[in-house]
């Protein structure tokens, strides 16, 4: 596995590397690696002839510097990680290079209401961040295709979006939620919990999960009322949000007239950790 840490000598590899007719196919990730981040190298692997992991804990989609500064960094063990996984290129830029001082980093794409529910209402600039950092590293790799978890659900349709207003080439490719035994879905953040607080942690999803059970039998209210009720049962877990919405614009559903569109979405504190998840309703 190559190793860089320099944009220049990136781009020169893997400039080369297409020119031989390489399909590339790219990862992009902050570290602290799971079997979530190496399920989505290991379908690039069987789409594409290499390919490429980013690992950059983005400073502009923090909104909260004590989050940033909590975020779990473990480069050479994640490093080992994607060697034995067959990645091909590992890109692990300081944040330096990435923001050059002088320069007031921006985007320009109107994401209308995506980014304003949801993780958008409660991170506010989170989505502009990450919008500008993957711009940044598409730019660096120029991939076929980029891979993305529906764990991080509004994430993917930010970036859908973008591609699809700025005319940029990747392909996105959505990957299934990959969850632990017990049903929590992984996330470097669980590495935060406490044993109790991991103890709890699952309940989420199991209310997700039964929840999905109980759709078409109750009005999208009840639903919701239900659903937070149940998760703050435990005193030690506390809903910042929890939203049925539309698979596409995100926007909270009134009702379940069109069900293959509805999701439900929640953000949960354990402690000061946040996690969030996702379920599809009627799929
Ligand atoms: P992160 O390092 O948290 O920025 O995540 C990098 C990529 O891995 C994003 O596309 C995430 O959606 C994806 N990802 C994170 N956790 C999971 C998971 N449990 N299952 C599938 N994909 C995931």
């Not at 996984?85 to 290079?97: I, K, N, Q, Y």
């Not at 598409?138 to 295709?145: K, L």
């Not at 709890?200 to 999905?212: D, F, G, H, N």
């Amino acid at each position: 596995m190559k190793q860089f840490t320099s944009i220049a000598e990136t781009v020169d590899y893997l400039n080369t590397e297409r020119e031989r007719g390489l399909m590339i196919g790219f990862v992009p990730t902050m570290g602290a690696l799971h079997d979530g981040h190496l399920s989505l190298i290991k379908r690039s692997k069987m789409e594409n002839d290499l390919t490429v992991c980013s690992i950059f804990v983005n400073p502009a989609q923090f909104n909260n510097r004590e989050d940033l500064n909590k975020y779990p960094r473990t480069l050479v063990y994640d490093a080992k990680l994607l060697l034995e996984c067959g990645c091909d290129v590992l890109f692990a830029p300081e944040a330096s290079a990435m923001y050059p001082e002088g320069e007031t980093p921006d985007i320009d794409v109107d994401f209308g209401m995506l980014d304003k529910v949801m993780e958008g209402k409660f991170r506010p600039g989170h989505f502009k961040g990450v919008a500008i950092i993957v711009k940044k590293l598409f730019d660096i790799v120029n991939p076929a295709r980029a891979y993305f978890g529906k764990k991080d659900y509004q994430q993917l349709a930010i970036i859908r979006h973008m591609v699809k207003t700025l005319h940029l080439a990747p392909e996105i490719v959505a990957c299934e939620t990959v969850r632990e035994a017990d049903g929590l879905a992984m996330s470097s953040r669980n590495m935060r919990l406490t044993i109790s607080e991991r103890n709890l942690a699952p309940k989420i999803y199991e209310v997700l999960s039964k929840l999905k059970a109980k759709t078409g039998k109750s009005t999208v209210g009840e639903l919701k009322e239900w659903a937070v009720k149940k998760i703050q049962e435990y005193p030690d877990l506390r809903v910042e949000y929890f939203e049925i919405g539309d698979k596409d614009t995100l926007l909270p559903l009134k009702n379940l007239n069109r069900k293959e569109q509805a999701m439900a979405f929640t953000a949960v504190f354990l402690g000061d950790v946040r996690l969030i998840d996702n379920i599809e309703l009627f799929l």
